[in-house]
């Protein structure tokens, strides 16, 4: 728009549009001369600030604002019209207005210098209450949300301890069940033998000898079982060195009793090398695969040990055809203290894995319920062997 | 109480068969030892004991399982249990199956031989009836008023029962059999076994009423079903 083809009924027309919408503006809209006097105010600075024009015209501006804003009004627009520097004009910002009543509420003030004849400033003021409150509001949502959060995450975190307090306890009551019965059937046979020695009216001096040696006896075994226990619980490190195979399987096959029924053979092919072992703890392991075999073999059978090198390691397969496992045994069969036997702790298995994890291999079985089980040993080849081998 | 009671024991530990079978031999018992159920099954077939003490863990079957065959073949045989995990679901299996006591060890021995002289004391019954389930219940009951009981559920098997064991009272339902009712081997009781006090059962009023009308004149007692258990009881105390 340009005002020089204005003719004075468009001018006219023109100033009462202007005039119906600075009228009807939402935002208060109120001009200053550069003293900070008001010169004109709308009808929604009456409504927000209280003031009738009469009121307000006239007179310094500061009189809309609280402390200290009013008191350094003054000094900000002398500042501006002598150095150009804006604090305000052209940017607009949040400060605090003061309605007529002496309540203060939050506003955003955008102000604008004109020069019509003279210099003007207009600002053009929003309430922003409803805004100030919805944003206070929010922030005390967050706040209350962060509250639950950091509430429910603690929650969350004793439900946890709790569980792993409960696992604990449960590991616990698994050791304890597991040891009652090794520990309690030689101390039922002690006490017994102890009461027979107490009360037997007519006690031969053989049987007094019969009972002394069965406490003694009960005695170790319960100190085996303990011993046991604690030796798995804290497994040394292997102390290897390379050790020929079969003469270890051999060894170990013939510490163990096998009934007549009970036919073993062990075929290591010629050529296969020296496994780099810990001699002492390597055999532990083949005894439990045997025994378990053996006992998986109440009718007889046949147990077949073989090896074969494969890549850096040999595996070693300890094969019965006994009476297998169901899926749901083999799957718990290496757990410590689980056992499917009358006697024992159920620690053979667990141990053999520990050992053999020690020695950076593997414990796996296979089995067949009815059919037999293989449980295959991987064991490591002394460092000088792997290299021949490249 | 014979004079020399008969014990078996089931322990897969050789020694606790060993002690238990010293310190009862030294209290003047008979003992017979089995390593497993099997055997003590087998054994159970072949002698009529008055009390057996089972280990609960053992190879092949737990004591619990043993002793649910044992109550099938011989019922009058009290059990003992003995377990290192007294509380656990074995021993309440054990229990609820009918075994008499549960001992954890390391066992009380002197706790031992009193629930075994205990035991020998109870009165020893027999209930002879063809319905299965009802002498199944009454053996609970009875079994709880501390009663060894023995069951038959025929004349025939009832008589073997009466040539094995001196039973204190007989509990005899009067319709056993279509042709040979519970009448005629009550007269047999009567008249081989006049240790055995006899009373009768029956559930047809009706029916027999001639003939129960005349046991009674001669001097039997009957119950009618459903059983009057207190009356009945009551009447079992002052018998034995």
Known sequence: ?390 | MRKHAIILIADDDADIRANFSDILSDRGYVVDVAPDGHAALARIKERQYDVAILDFKMPGMDGATLYTSVKKMYPELVAIMVTAYAGSDGAQRALDAGVAHVLRKPVEMSQLLERVEDVLRQPLLLVVDDDQEFCASLWQVLRNRGYRVGLAHDQSGALERFDQRAYDVALIDLRLSPENGGDHLFQQVREKYPGTRTLLITGFRSQFQDRIDGLVSGGAEVFYKPLNLDAMLERIGQLV
Do not use: C, W
Request: hydrophobic share 40%.
């Open chain 1, 1 to 390: 728009m340009t005002e020089t083809a204005a003719s004075p009924a468009d001018l006219a027309q023109r100033t009462a549009q202007l005039e119906g919408v600075i009228n009807n503006a939402v935002d208060a809209i109120i001009t200053i001369d550069p003293r900070g006097i008001v010169v004109a105010i709308n009808p929604s600075t009456e409504r927000m600030f209280g003031y009738s024009p009469m009121e307000v015209i006239g007179q310094n501006i500061k009189m809309l604002m609280p402390a200290p804003y009013a008191e350094e009004h003054d000094g900000y627009l002398a500042n501006y019209l002598r150095s150009g520097q804006r604090k305000i004009i052209g940017i607009g910002r949040e400060v605090t207005g003061k309605r007529k009543d002496g309540s203060t509420f939050p506003m955003h003030l955008a102000v604008s210098e004109a020069s019509v004849g003279e210099r003007l400033f207009t600002g053009i003021v929003r309430d922003i209450s409803d805004l100030k409150r919805a944003e206070a509001n929010l922030a005390r949502m967050n706040e209350e949300l962060e509250q639950r959060v950091s509430e429910r995450t603690a929650q969350l975190e004793a439900a946890q301890e709790m569980l792993v307090r409960k696992e604990k306890l449960a590991a616990l009551g698994q050791i304890a069940g597991g040891i009652a019965h090794e520990i309690r059937n030689p101390l039922n046979a002690i006490k017994t033998s102890a009461y027979y020695l107490l009360n037997a009216s007519n006690a031969s001096a053989a049987k007094v000898r019969e009972h002394l040696t069965r406490i003694d006896r009960q005695v170790t075994l319960a100190d085996n079982a303990v011993t046991a226990l604690s030796d798995f619980a804290r497994l040394p490190e292997p102390e290897r060195k390379p050790v020929p195979l079969e003469d270890l399987l051999r060894s170990v096959v013939s510490s163990i009793g096998m009934p007549d029924e009970i036919e073993v053979s062990i075929d290591v092919p010629v050529g296969t090398p020296e496994v780099f072992v810990d001699e002492n703890q390597i055999p532990i392991v083949f005894r439990n695969l045997l025994r378990n075999a053996r006992d998986a073999m109440p009718e007889g059978g046949r147990i077949v040990i073989s090896a074969a090198k494969v890549d850096d390691h040999v595996r070693v397969a300890v094969a019965d055809n006994g009476e297998g496992m169901t899926p749901d045994v083999v799957q718990r069969v290496m757990e410590p203290l689980f056992t499917t036997k009358a006697r024992g702790m159920g620690l053979g298995l667990a141990i053999s894995r520990a050992i053999i994890q020690k020695h950076d291999g593997r414990l796996e079985v296979a089995s067949e319920y009815r059919r037999g089980s293989t449980f295959s040993v991987e064991l490591p080849l002394g460092d000088g062997q792997q290299r021949e081998q490249l």
